[in-house]
């Protein structure tokens, strides 16, 4: 983990497409870490072929909320429950949230999901409750491929920040102007 | 229950996309608009023609707070957490126009029941008796009805009042769709204006049927000029409705590949026959054939029209069965339509 005690970190995810071999572990560890109710995930695996017949290839991307900058959902919210902590995480009061979904439709990752039972949306806190007890999040410490990585983004000597100054990567709908905190590397 | 859809993206699935706002909302925004239609013709009554249509504006101030309160019923009954909705009355969310929303239709639920109270008929209007000072306040006893002029001033005061704040609900019920970059499908200010014509034109219709049914228990020609407004101004509306439909469709055809993708929902999409034969034929087109039919005499200045009964109210009930399908569509078709992923393309 990186060192926290220098300055406000910047949580992000570093997806490395080629390393996922679509398991589904990590949707599995978060359901039991999180208690998702079933039917709901936080996490999941867009698949998406390449090409066509002959020339095929198919492609996995781990994704879950991208905690973005600039959240659609944050805004949108009528009575403030979502909200963007200093570190960036994007999380939900729950005692506000009076389930009018609205953050559903704003959100264009579709990141969110609605607790029926609770009456509230809910979706990925990057295990804010492991962070802050300096664990990494359920899916990182279960992927069995070594697809998911976390960290600091805010740290230059982070295994995220080193990823990204090396190798070629994306985000995902970057003309929604949500600066995500999801990148993608690029094969 | 939520269902999932994946009208055009072969080949991807991501997180799936889902209905979440169904007939509850459709029906709130539906019947929103309404409201806010009948109050801005009612307030429009108020001043036109220099007393000439007083029963409109009394009709439409009758009218006017009941449609939305009912939507308001379904939109808390909507919520996950309907006993929470007050959160809503604790803070103001400048950037998000559910917010905005909330406040604004608290305000004009406020203003035309107020309205409505002096468009009474006076010996109702008799019945409810205010303070005359203000050191009566405490004394109920010497309370006395509303002085004449009170209310011959709070009639035009409120009609001018409320009359943006109509606009704004009618205009409301498109922002709170159109303002979501994410859902590429609403996310054009044509949504919002499209959706304020709308109300209007509903508006207009639900006092037409209701003049209508009305004057056939009074003297069938009694309403017979305040239909003449009524149906002159539906059918203007409807004519701005097709203008805004037809710059939608190229806009979004000419827009971003997701925007251009989106049109597929109602272009061979699962919305494709209730927008064109709903929306546009029943809704749209029907009732402006049977509104230009009425008024032709008069455009063409050959005299006044003639009261037929079964013309009004079916253009009216078209208006609002066309006005009904138009929210089912957008609300429904938006929620499905998403950005397209990069590597799709």
Known sequence: ?187 | MPTTYDPFLQGYSGSPTTIEWGLLVVIYLYTAGISAGIFAMSGLATYLGGGRYRRIARLGALLAPWPLMLGLAMLVFDLGRPLHFWLLFTTIQFTSPMSIGSWLLTLFVIVSLLYLVLWLPRPLRNLIRVPQRVGDLLAPARWQPIPSRTVRIGRGVLAAVGFPISLGVGMYTGVLLGAIPARPFWNTPMVAQLFLFSAMSTGVAFLLLVATLVGDLLDPAALEHERHLLVSVDAVLIVLEIFIIIPFFLHQTLNTWSSAASLKLILGGPFTAPFWIGVIGLGLLLPLAVEGYELFPIILKEGAIKYRRQLSLASSLLVLIGGFLLRYVFVYAGQLSHFLPVFAR
């Open chain 1, 1 to 187: 983990m990186a060192d926290t005690t220098k300055k406000t970190p910047r949580w992000v995810f570093v997806m490395e497409p080629k390393r996922c071999i679509d398991c589904e572990a990590c949707m599995v560890a978060c359901s039991v870490e999180n208690n998702v109710p079933i039917g709901h995930h936080r996490n999941w695996i867009a698949h998406q072929t390449k090409g066509s017949y002959p020339d095929v290839s198919l492609f996995f991307a781990p994704e879950n909320c991208h905690h973005c900058t600039n959240p659609p959902c944050e805004r949108v919210c009528p009575t403030g429950a979502t909200y963007r902590r200093e570190d960036g995480l994007v999380l939900i009061d729950y005692d506000r949230c009076i389930g009018c979904r609205y953050c559903i439709q704003a959100c264009p990752y579709d990141a969110r999901y609605f607790d029926e039972e609770r009456g509230v949306v809910d979706k990925c806190t990057f295990c804010v409750h492991r962070l802050d007890a300096g664990q990494p999040p359920a899916c990182v410490e279960t992927c069995v491929g070594g697809a998911r990585h976390f960290g600091d983004l805010n740290d230059p000597e982070s295994e995220v920040s080193k990823l990204l100054a090396t190798h070629q990567h994306y985000t995902l709908y970057p003309e929604a102007g949500t600066g995500p905190a999801i990148f993608y590397l690029v094969d």
